[in-house]
């Protein structure tokens, strides 16, 4: 940009001092040559040389100048200037610095191209001073633009917008088919006064800041310098139409020396859709925040737009821990291979709901990390309206954790009830076997030895003495095996002694039978245990007993049975190998004693580590 306004000030500085000039002129923005009536070109600034190209190579003499600066189309009294300009150089004998006229000329550059300059000059002794400012632009702008204002105006009067022109200062007014239809002016060929022109457009109006603001463009249009072009800022305007209804448009302006044009969107019905779709938003915003489920939003660039305060619930987050949907998959979503899957998948799914591939409401089940780090199930449900998608969560984190021990509890009973099965089949086994081995041949043998007393009663005392203590001998066989079958299916002690009596003799035939040392500690009140208690916490102690000589290769076993906190506890310890709790498989006598445990409505806790020994806890609620 170059100041014009010092410009005269300038150039007398320019004049005082060549160098001081030359400095100066130098890199200044515009082309500045210095031109000598005898020597030609002397000077010829940066932009000179990058913009015209000629410097005093080219120029050396007035003939030169003629030579490489051409004009179009001159008239016979601008060619008389360049003669009288060169003959007051030749014989200029003045010491002040004559300043001459400003004046348009256009210039054949070095590189082709016709440039129209505006060319500012001062003349000292017999140099010429030149500052040319390039208004070539300017001038192809205006060209074009008084070419097309009759096209413009026969294009616009037909279009489907309203559209005007105004002039203030010359009063011509142009207002489109459509501008005249909908707000009512209409185009005069008599030029009003620019006061009533101004009035006729305000008094429309409908707010004073909207009078305030048309009456400030005016005088910006008035002031505004004939060759410039302004593109004003759009703004919403409310004006009385013709049909005397208020209406609001949205004005897009631009000035162009001292025509104002405007174009006139009408935005009534936009607005009104807007306020009733805000209306909307807020009732669904209000209604969505308080409902007893997680409801959010985001629109079509990612970002969230809404989540209500059961979302924050739900997940932990809130509004500020996932502004955007990719860092909501960032933090749900740890690993990186499983969150992009899950991405694509979603936008998919979106997607080909918003277009109508799915016409069915798309679902989405996925387990997602929660603020707490903990994970949780979820089913994600969505709607599309225009650019925004809104989603709803629901936790079916306990559904799933039901579903999972369901289906755990079915497979268990279906294993217990083979293991009971199996058991009941042995012990009919075991039941048959021993009253056919062993009680069988016993009343066998004893129904034959009497059949041989007597068959033989002429025997002499001494052999009926023998048989008939054999006979009794048998009889006492066959009473301790009854009894030791009878024992295995139920010990009677347990009804007669109780149930710590029965503890201590099953501990003292384990340790028999196995060589475990085993210690037993108790203190109970055996009238507090009701009878299916007892049974129950006898065939746990028994399946427990049975595992240990099974699997543990334990040493020592302590056992402990008390009562505390209004439950009685049953606590069984060994020092054994222990084994891994996080197989999934459970031996069946681990599901059988917890399936008795549950039975009680009591717990069920084991712990185990390897080669540290096993723990069993059994907690029943105390029963009058």
């Known amino acids: 940009f170059y100041d014009i306004t010092d410009r005269k000030e300038t150039e007398k500085k320019l004049l005082e001092s060549e160098k001081r000039f030359r400095n100066l002129a130098e890199n200044l923005p515009v082309p500045v040559t210095s031109f000598h009536a005898e020597k030609g070109l002397i000077f010829a600034n940066k932009k000179q040389k990058e913009l015209i190209g000629y410097t005093n190579k080219h120029i050396k003499n007035p003939s030169d100048f003629e030579k490489y600066i051409v004009t179009d189309n001159l008239h016979s009294n601008e060619k008389q200037r360049y003669l009288n300009l060169l003959n007051i150089l030749k014989t200029n004998e003045e010491t002040n610095p004559i300043l001459l006229p400003s004046y348009e000329m256009k210039i054949l550059c070095l590189d082709g191209v016709t440039r129209t300059f505006e060319i500012s000059e001062t003349i000292y002794g017999k140099t010429l001073y030149s500052i040319l400012h390039d208004i070539t632009k300017q001038r192809i702008a205006e060209k074009k633009l008084l070419d097309s204002e009759k096209q413009f105006r026969n294009i616009v009067e037909n279009l489907p917008i309203p559209l005007l022109s105004l002039n203030p200062i010359t009063g011509d007014f142009f207002a489109n088919k459509k501008h005249q239809n909908i707000i009512g002016h209409h185009n005069t060929k008599n030029n009003k006064k620019e006061k009533d022109l101004s009035k006729f457009s305000i008094d429309d109006l409908v707010d004073e800041k909207s009078k305030t603001h048309f009456q400030k463009l005016i005088e910006k249009v008035k002031s505004n310098d004939a060759n410039a072009t302004i593109l004003e800022p759009s703004y919403k305007i409310e004006i009385v139409c013709r049909d005397k209804k208020n209406r609001t448009f949205e004005i897009t302006e631009n000035i162009f020396g001292n025509t104002l044009y405007s174009i006139f969107h009408d935005i009534t019905d936009q607005l009104k859709a807007n306020e009733l779709l805000k209306e909307s938003e807020q009732k669904f915003k209000a209604l969505a925040e308080n409902m007893p489920m997680s409801i959010g939003g985001y629109d079509s660039n990612g970002n969230v737009i809404f989540l ?33 899957a899950f991405y694509e998948h979603w936008m998919k799914t979106v997607d080909d709901f918003r277009t109508k591939r799915i016409k069915i409401k798309p679902e989405i089940k996925a387990t997602s990390r929660c603020k707490d780090g903990s994970f949780k199930h979820f089913i994600y449900s969505f709607s599309v309206y225009k650019d925004t998608t809104y989603f709803l969560i629901i936790d079916i984190t306990e559904q799933e954790k039901a579903k999972k021990e369901l289906e755990k509890s079915h497979k268990e009973l279906r294993n217990l009830a083979s293991y009971l099965q199996d058991v009941r089949e042995d012990e009919r086994k075991n039941i048959s076997r021993e009253i056919h081995d062993e009680l069988g041949q016993q009343i066998t043998g004893m129904k034959m030895d009497i059949s041989s007393i007597f068959k033989k009663r002429q025997a002499i005392d001494e052999f009926e003495e023998l048989k008939r203590k054999e006979i009794i001998e048998a009889f006492n066989n066959t009473i301790k095996s009854v009894r030791k079958i009878a024992t295995q299916l139920r010990p009677s002690i347990l009804d007669d002694l109780g149930v710590i009596a029965t503890f201590e003799w099953l501990i003292q035939d384990f340790k028999k039978r196995t060589g475990i040392e085993c210690i037993f500690y108790y203190k109970i009140n055996e009238d507090q245990i009701n009878i299916d208690l007892k049974n129950n916490l006898f065939r746990i102690l028994q399946e427990s007993l049975t595992n240990i000589t099974r699997h543990s ?46 039975i009680l409505n009591g717990t069920f806790f084991i712990v185990s580590e390897k080669m540290k020994g096993t723990r069993i806890t059994i907690s029943v609620p105390l029963k009058k």
């Open 553 to 598: 290769s334990a040493t020592s076993v302590n056992i402990d049975f008390f009562i505390a906190e209004n439950q009685i506890k049953l606590i069984i310890a060994d020092n054994g190998k222990g084994f891994n709790q996080n197989s999934p498989k459970e031996t069946l006598g681990i599901i059988g004693m917890r399936e008795r445990t549950s």
């Open 308 to 340: 209500n305060a059961h979302f924050t619930l739900t997940t932990g987050y809130s509004f500020k821990d996932v502004p955007t949907v990719k860092e909501w998959y960032k933090k749900t979503q740890p690993k990186i291979s499983k969150r992009q």
